[in-house]
C-alpha cells in the first residue's frame, strides 16, 4: 500500500468513527456532514468522496 492509499483508509476509518460515535451518541437524524467532518478532522468535500 502506497501512502495515498494509506492516507485514504485512515481518513476513511476517521469518518466511520466520529460517524458513529456522533450516532450513538445523538441519533441518525441529528447529526450532520459538518458535525461528522469537524470531529474526523476532514473535509465536508472528503466525506463525499469517501
Known amino acids: 500500500m502506497n501512502g495515498f492509499e494509506r492516507r485514504k483508509q485512515i481518513k476513511m476509518e476517521q469518518i466511520q468513527k466520529a460517524a458513529f460515535q456522533l450516532f ?7 447529526v450532520n456532514i459538518q458535525e461528522i467532518a469537524a470531529a474526523a478532522n476532514v473535509s ?3 466525506i463525499y468522496n469517501y
Open 24 to 30: 450513538s451518541q445523538y441519533g441518525i437524524n441529528k
Open 44 to 46: 465536508q468535500v472528503t
